[in-house]
């Protein structure tokens, strides 16, 4: 019957996921519970991720000679590979809705709320390997956005392993975002430039900005209006940034008071968090008009 039928095909599924478990190589053991980061850090890549929502954070295992061990743990992820988590597919709505307002792109308007800069340190804190390394930025009253970059802000991998590539020139956060994340109890504590973002935009939610869209600042634009030539700052989205494990050396997540169990799962969470959704974590842009970007510059998609 076509009722015995699917539950020999569910079974067969199940039976599937067990022998490919049983066969699994362990998760990576590059995530260190002692100084919560990886042995390339630079790279600010996650691991084994397939797309926001798969997001795979690596573990720490002890070297072993028992291929039973974490047999469950490796069941239950196979499962959610292949058959999806539906409950976070339903988180990512629910969180997207409370985030977001449902004004078309082109009639919003949005603000500058906070510029910030890091640049390249001797001693060596710039590297994310150092102990000093921290993804926060400081504020600054205005920034200068070139094709190469933001004047004075310095990103290591961006630097070596993608050659200072242009798509990568800057860095653009929502509000809402950071408004959200404090609302967890675990963030209470995180700060605007926690993230290391550039630019904190102010009016508009995390999933106004889209990839290859491009938008507009200035001091006096208003939205539908054209772009006065030499008088702001073009930029085009690239792609939505990625979240690491460099974001967890912040000090409410590294907390020396909490137990490496604890923060590795405060580690966990806010990457999980940050990932449910492109743009959450902020998006990177290329600079097409170059110019000078001020607190309180108005802020508006073009085309």
Same mark, same amino acid.
């Given at each position: 019957?076509?009722?015995?039928?699917?539950?020999?095909?569910? +079974? /067969?599924?199940?039976?599937?996921?067990?022998?490919?478990?049983?066969?699994?190589?362990?998760?990576?053991?590059?995530?260190?519970?002692?100084?919560?980061?990886?042995?390339?850090?630079?790279?600010?890549?996650?691991?084994?991720?397939?797309?926001?929502?798969?997001?795979?954070?690596?573990? +720490?295992?002890?070297?072993?000679?028992?291929?039973? #061990? !974490?047999?469950?743990?490796?069941?239950?992820?196979?499962?959610?590979? +292949?058959?999806? #988590?539906?409950?976070?597919?339903?988180?990512?709505?629910?969180?997207?809705?409370?985030?977001?307002?449902?004004?078309?792109?082109?009639?919003?308007?949005?603000?500058?709320?906070?510029?910030?800069?890091?640049?390249?340190? %001797?001693?060596?804190?710039?590297?994310?390997?150092?102990?000093? @390394?921290?993804?926060?930025?400081? /504020?600054?009253?205005?920034? @200068?956005?070139?094709?190469? !970059?933001? $004047?004075? #802000?310095?990103?290591? @991998?961006?630097?070596?392993?993608?050659?200072?590539?242009? #798509?990568?020139?800057?860095?653009?956060?929502?509000?809402?975002?950071?408004?959200?994340?404090?609302?967890?109890?675990?963030?209470?504590?995180?700060?605007?430039?926690?993230?290391?973002?550039?630019?904190?935009?102010?009016?508009? !939610?995390?999933?106004?900005?889209?990839?290859?869209?491009? =938008?507009?600042?200035?001091?006096?634009?208003? /939205? !539908?209006?054209?772009?006065?030539?030499?008088?702001?700052?073009?930029?085009?989205?690239?792609?939505?940034?990625?979240?690491?494990?460099?974001?967890?050396?912040?000090? =409410?997540?590294? $907390?020396?008071?909490?137990?490496?169990?604890?923060?590795?799962?405060?580690?966990?969470?806010?990457?999980?968090?940050?990932?449910?959704?492109?743009?959450?974590?902020?998006?990177?842009?290329?600079?097409?008009? %170059?110019?000078?970007?001020?607190?309180? $510059?108005?802020?508006?998609?073009?085309?």
């Amino acid at each position: 019957t076509p009722k015995s039928t699917k539950m020999k095909s569910s +079974a /067969a599924s199940l039976g599937l996921i067990l022998l490919l478990t049983f066969l699994a190589v362990p998760p990576c053991d590059t995530f260190s519970p002692m100084n919560l980061s990886l042995r390339d850090p630079s790279s600010c890549r996650p691991i084994n991720r397939k797309g926001p929502r798969n997001f795979r954070f690596p573990v +720490a295992h002890k070297a072993t000679t028992n291929p039973f #061990d !974490g047999f469950a743990e490796r069941a239950s992820r196979l499962w959610k590979e +292949a058959f999806g #988590d539906l409950a976070a597919n339903d988180r990512v709505e629910k969180l997207s809705t409370k985030l977001s307002t449902e004004e078309p792109a082109n009639l919003k308007i949005g603000a500058v709320r906070r510029l910030a800069a890091r640049s390249f340190r %001797e001693d060596g804190a710039s590297k994310p390997s150092s102990p000093q @390394y921290t993804t926060r930025k400081g /504020a600054l009253p205005h920034i @200068y956005l070139s094709k190469r !970059g933001v $004047d004075g #802000d310095y990103n290591h @991998y961006r630097t070596h392993a993608l050659k200072s590539t242009t #798509d990568r020139a800057v860095s653009i956060l929502t509000e809402d975002v950071m408004r959200c994340l404090r609302a967890e109890k675990p963030y209470r504590l995180a700060e605007d430039g926690d993230l290391g973002e550039n630019i904190l935009v102010e009016g508009v !939610g995390f999933n106004f900005f889209e990839v290859g869209r491009r =938008y507009f600042f200035s001091a006096g634009i208003s /939205a !539908g209006a054209e772009v006065p030539p030499n008088e702001g700052v073009l930029v085009e989205i690239t792609e939505p940034m990625e979240p690491c494990a460099n974001l967890c050396k912040l000090p =409410y997540i590294n $907390d020396s008071d909490l137990k490496p169990a604890d923060r590795i799962q405060r580690c966990q969470s806010l990457i999980e968090w940050l990932g449910r959704a492109d743009g959450l974590r902020g998006w990177y842009a290329k600079v097409i008009i %170059e110019g000078k970007v001020s607190l309180g $510059d108005k802020l508006t998609v073009i085309g």
